[in-house]
């Protein structure tokens, strides 16, 4: 398995602007995590899904943002619009939650940059 | 409200030397603590885990230790390496579903 898969990579958009940041899981794990990190606050918990559904959104900062699995393998997360105060660098995750020691697979982060 | 702490924001340790990563949190109904280890440009990675029954965890040159009443947790590298050299990340969650992540410690091993 090629692991957690996250594009872009990077993204530079203006400010206002719609951006959509994607994830592909690992084949079989059933639990997603979107982190954001920032020099202040480290990683984030943004939001997380188990078997597809949202569990827990209570660090999703605004609105503005929103994050989608529309199936077991993919998910996306959206702001719109975007502002200067949302460049950071985004990481998805993957696991097989719910048992013992379970690890988050992370992908490689997008780094967003909004100008 | 932050329920894992990493005071330190970094550390620098000669190698060959110990390297002890701290780690405080709030939360007693944590059940799992892990440490992620993170080079630029990449995602955090598994390093070492340790379950709350326990007070100690050991895979090679990393070692875990469990407090339960102080709720503190460290890392410990026995010998430090250059590519030991990295931002070392607290992790906590309640059985999978939501890990909390500490704002993570840059280690710095000088050769």
């Known amino acids: 398995d090629a692991g957690v898969i996250q594009s872009p990579r990077h993204e530079v958009t203006e400010m206002g602007q719609e951006v959509t940041l994607r994830c592909k899981l690992i084949?079989?794990?059933?639990?997603l995590f979107w982190y954001r990190q920032t020099m202040m606050r480290g990683l984030e918990l943004l939001i997380y899904?188990?078997?597809?559904?949202?569990?827990?959104d209570s660090g999703m900062p605004e609105d503005r943002f929103s994050a989608k699995m529309p199936n077991a393998s993919f998910s996306t997360l959206k702001i719109q619009p975007s502002e200067p105060r949302d460049s950071a660098v985004y990481f998805c995750?993957?696991?097989?939650?719910?048992?013992?020691?379970?690890?988050?697979?992370f992908g490689q982060g997008t780094r967003l940059t909004v100008v | 409200d932050q329920q894992v702490k990493q005071n330190s924001p970094s550390l620098s340790v000669q190698e060959g030397r110990i390297s002890i990563l701290n780690c405080d949190y709030t939360?007693?109904?944590?059940?799992?603590f892990l440490w992620y280890k993170k080079y630029p440009a990449e995602g955090p990675t598994f390093l070492i885990s340790?379950?709350?029954?326990?007070d100690k965890n050991e895979d090679g040159r990393f070692t875990v230790f469990l407090n339960k009443s102080a709720k503190h947790l460290s890392l410990h590298i026995v010998p430090s390496q250059p590519g030991d050299s990295a931002v070392y990340f607290c992790?906590?969650?309640?059985?999978?579903?939501?890990?909390?992540f500490g704002a993570g410690t840059r280690l710095f091993v000088k050769a």
């Open positions: 995750a993957s696991s097989l939650g719910g048992q013992g020691s379970t690890e988050a697979f």
């Open positions: 084949s079989g794990h059933n639990s």
């Open positions: 899904f188990n078997n597809n559904v949202p569990i827990d």
């Open positions: 939360n007693s109904m944590f059940d799992y």
């Open positions: 340790i379950s709350s029954i326990k």
């Open positions: 992790a906590a969650n309640t059985g999978g579903f939501k890990t909390i």
